[in-house]
Nanobody
Framework: QVQLVESGGGSVQAGGSLRLSCVASEYTLSMGWFRQAPGKEREGVAGIYSVTGSTYYADSVKGRFTISQDNAKTTVYLQMNSLKPEDTGMYYC??????????????????WGQGTQVTVSS
């Protein structure tokens, strides 16, 4: 069982920045970030394939969000810039031992963090 612990959420005004962190209890081939707004389905935001460092982003965040890992590949970050009110939601870190070299989908990940809230006010 892979344990994931997120941190870094909070409240910010539109145009601001936040950085989310997620520490995994072990190395996994794939890590990703998802978000879920009230009344909406959970959606993939960004993913990273640990072997190559390849990254994948939802169209709605391209150019504003950056996913990265530490050298040990057990911590994943999500740098969020130019935040918009529509970015508001609970953000979840996810991991899987299998390789996932495409935009994260809920069904592709077996391990999940507890979530961290991001609120962007206009």
């Amino acid at each position: 069982q892979v344990q994931l612990v997120e941190s870094g959420g909070g409240s910010v005004q539109a145009g601001g920045s936040l950085r989310l962190s997620c520490v995994a209890s072990e190395y996994t081939l794939s890590m990703g970030w998802f978000r879920q707004a009230p009344g909406k389905e959970r959606e993939g935001v960004a993913g990273i394939y640990s072997v190559t460092g390849s990254t994948y982003y939802a169209d709605s965040v391209k150019g504003r969000f950056t996913i990265s890992q530490d050298n040990a590949k057990t911590t994943v970050y999500l740098q969020m810039n130019s935040l918009k009110p529509e970015d508001t939601g609970m953000y979840y870190c996810a991991a899987d031992r299998r390789g996932r070299w495409w935009l994260p989908r809920v069904q592709d990940y077996n391990y999940w963090g507890q979530g961290t809230q991001v609120t962007v006010s206009s």
